[in-house]
């Protein structure tokens, strides 16, 4: 393995390296957050929408 098959090879695990991370972050914290939130504005505007037509 000469010196730019090394060197790619380094890119290539840093690259991948930071996908893994990235997608666990995401999965872990971004996705939950974000339908949490959603779920939490849909109940909200429903309970406004149930005290709007009384």
Avoid: C, H
């Amino acid at each position: 393995m000469d010196l730019s098959q090394f060197s790619g090879f380094l890119v290539f695990l840093t690259i991948f390296t930071m996908g893994f991370w990235l997608m666990i972050f995401l999965l872990t914290f971004v996705i939950p957050y974000w339908l949490f939130g959603s779920a939490m504005e849909a109940w909200k505007l429903r309970k406004q929408n149930k005290v709007a037509k009384k």
